[in-house]
């Protein structure tokens, strides 16, 4: 039986079609983030999404049948901004310094452009990590320890002292990420409405010199330190 192919002059209307749909979805998917950072995944109802959207009920489950669908698609676009940067915490091939401040860096830029999405998944992880769970385990685990080998790489060198590098890695994600699942305490304690960008860059540097000084690499170290 032969395949029907689209003609040349469908070919572009087809195209089109798949562009505007994932628009739509990536539209969709963003307006849901901030609907299961305030109101959890049990509060939360696709009506409620649609209605933030701009969409009929009906027509977002076109595209997302069912709430945990959104939610599974809301996490995956979390998780594939975190793993990025796990990406480049892995290069061997770099000074120590340089990559754990650029690490630290792109994590707390990460919090502070997309809180919503950083709320969703620490609300996810804090409720067990029930609906996303084995998600987490298949795709963090393998570049934790792609991670782990390299600072086990740099350590053998001299590069950096001898420090349990798993744990380090926790400690960074909870400095980081705490500046938007915690923005608000934050905030409170130092007596305005949000943080500032100032905030931010204040923290980055705390943080880092704190990452610098547990492994013993000056900051000197590095060409780009202040």
Known sequence: MSTIKPTTEAAPKIKRRVLNRDKLEADIAAVAVRVFAECGYEGTSIAAVAEKAGLSKQNLMYYFPTKQALYQRVLDEVLDEWLERMEHLAAEDQEPAKVLRTYIQAKLKFSRE??????????EVISGAQLYGTQIQRRVIPLLRKDI????????????????????LFAIWAMTQSYADFSAQMALVLNRKQLTKKDFDDGEQAIVNMVLAAISVPQCADAGAP
């Open 149 to 168: 080998e390299v600072f086990e790489k740099w350590i053998a060198a001299g590069k950096v002292a001898p420090i349990n590098a798993t744990h380090l």
């Open 114 to 123: 997309q809180p919503w999405a950083s709320r969703v998944y620490a609300m």
